[in-house]
C-alpha cells in the first residue's frame, strides 16, 4: 500500500509568488491533515479535511493559505503571495476510519527568498 | 499549546533500552497518550499510543502510570536509525490534530 505522498518535495520561490503544495494521502483515508514546520519552531497544525470539508481550519495563519481538497481524495495548500515568513517544511497526514494513528508524508520543503 | 513535558534530550547506548518520559500531569479521563517520532528529514512517525494499559506493539512499549500522570516509552534494544526526536501527545479523540511539543531528541550513541 502506498504512503502518503507529497509534491513538490522542495520548492524554492521568489516573494510575491504563488506556490501550490500536492498532497495524496493514502487511499480511502477520508481525514487529511495540513502542518508545518518554520525554522526552529515546533510542528503546527494549519487545517484538517474530513472528505472534502473542512473539519477545522483554526490554525491556517492567514487568508495568504488557501486549502482545497475536491473530491475528497487529494489535497492543495496554495500560498498567494509568499512571504519570508512562509519558508518551512509542509507536511500532509491522513487518516482512515478506524485508525488511531495518522500517517504522515516527507514533507514539502518550500524556500522564500 | 502541548499539553505534555518531555526532557529536551537524551542519550543511549546502542543495543541498550532507551526509556524516554513524559509528564501529563493535566490529562482527562477520557485523553489517550501518543507517541510519534521525527527521524530527521522524513515524516513524522506513529509509534503506540493508549489509554490506560500498558501496550506493547513490534516498535516499542508504553508504560502508563495507574494515576496516569506520567508515560515512559520504551524503546527496547535501541539502533542507529532510533536517534530521532519523539513526541509524546495527549488527545481526546484519534480525530484530531495533533499538537506537537519540542518533544525529546534521542541520540543513539554506537
Known amino acids: 500500500e502506498a504512503g502518503v505522498t507529497q509534491f513538490p518535495s522542495h520548492s524554492v520561490i521568489e516573494k510575491g509568488q504563488t506556490v501550490t503544495l500536492r498532497c495524496d494521502p493514502i487511499?480511502?483515508?477520508?481525514?487529511l491533515y495540513w502542518y508545518r514546520r518554520v525554522m526552529g519552531k515546533e510542528i503546527k497544525f494549519l487545517l484538517h479535511?474530513?472528505?472534502?470539508?473542512?473539519?477545522?481550519e483554526s490554525g491556517m495563519p492567514n487568508n495568504r493559505f488557501l486549502a482545497e481538497r475536491t473530491g475528497g481524495t487529494y489535497s492543495t495548500l496554495k500560498v498567494q503571495p509568499a512571504e519570508l515568513e512562509d519558508s518551512g517544511v509542509y507536511f500532509c497526514?491522513?487518516?482512515?476510519?478506524?485508525?488511531?494513528?495518522?500517517?504522515f508524508g516527507p514533507g514539502t520543503r518550500l524556500t522564500v527568498t | 499549546d502541548a499539553k505534555t513535558t518531555q526532557p529536551p534530550s537524551m542519550d543511549c547506548a546502542e543495543g541498550r533500552a532507551a526509556n524516554l518520559p513524559c509528564n501529563h500531569s493535566?490529562?482527562?479521563?477520557?485523553?489517550?497518550v501518543y507517541w510519534y517520532r521525527q527521524i530527521h528529514s522524513q515524516g513524522p512517525q506513529y509509534i503506540i499510543h493508549?489509554?490506560?494499559n500498558n501496550e506493547t506493539n513490534e516498535m516499542a512499549s508504553l508504560i502508563i502510570t495507574e494515576d496516569r500522570k506520567s508515560s515512559t516509552l520504551i524503546l527496547p534494544h535501541a539502533t542507529l536509525r532510533d536517534t530521532a526526536v519523539y513526541y509524546c501527545?495527549?488527545?481526546?479523540?484519534?480525530?484530531?490534530?495533533?499538537?506537537f511539543g519540542p518533544g525529546t531528541s534521542l541520540s543513539v550513541i554506537p
Open positions: 497526514a491522513s487518516q482512515g476510519v478506524g485508525y488511531a494513528e495518522q500517517y
Open positions: 493508549g489509554l490506560k
Open positions: 479535511f474530513v472528505k472534502e470539508s473542512k473539519q477545522d
Open positions: 501527545i495527549v488527545s481526546v479523540t484519534s480525530y484530531d490534530k495533533v499538537i
Open positions: 487511499s480511502g483515508h477520508d481525514n
Open positions: 493535566t490529562i482527562s479521563g477520557n485523553e489517550y
